[in-house]
């Protein structure tokens, strides 16, 4: 109980400042989850090891135009993506992923194996590739026009 009310609810309370914070000065709030995989994940109706995986709860916490720029920027840079499988998301995007309302929340899963001797626990001599890959990404992603044309209002909204 210590650490949920010292560490927990503090993390969650700033969060959801930082996103209704964003959501006000621009008019919508992007969250980026980054995880660790380990290197051995399968997709299990493929067999495909990703190196990343792009999960948005199956189209429901973040606008598809949104992982799909994910999942075409890291494919455009040589890496093996799924989209959502075998990590769809949990309870970031779960709970602050509202699309329709501005607040979108995408999961990005990347592979140990790209950075991490999983043995001697050192970086790999591609970390600082990587490294730079996601940066690019991030820029892709932030893109300011990405979201302009599905956050206008349709007529009599």
Not at 65 to 73: E, R, T, V
């Amino acid at each position: 109980m210590a650490r949920i009310e010292a560490v927990y609810r503090p993390y969650h309370e700033t969060l959801r400042r930082l996103l209704f914070d964003t959501h006000r000065q621009f008019g919508y709030a992007v969250l980026i989850d980054c995880h660790s995989m380990p290197a051995g994940v399968r997709v299990a109706e493929s067999g495909q090891r990703p190196d990343f995986t792009i999960g948005d709860r199956f189209g429901t916490s973040c606008a598809p135009s949104l992982s799909q720029a994910a999942l075409d920027s890291l494919r455009a840079m040589d890496y093996a993506v799924s989209h959502n499988r075998p990590y769809a998301g949990g309870f970031i995007t779960e709970h602050y992923g509202q699309p329709a309302k501005g607040f979108h929340a995408m999961q990005i899963e990347v592979s140990r194996g790209l950075y991490l001797d999983d043995r001697t626990l050192e970086r790999k001599p591609g970390f600082g590739r990587l490294a730079g890959d996601i940066a690019t990404l991030l820029s892709h992603l932030c893109s300011a026009d990405r979201f302009e044309a599905e956050q206008r209002p349709i007529a009599a909204e």
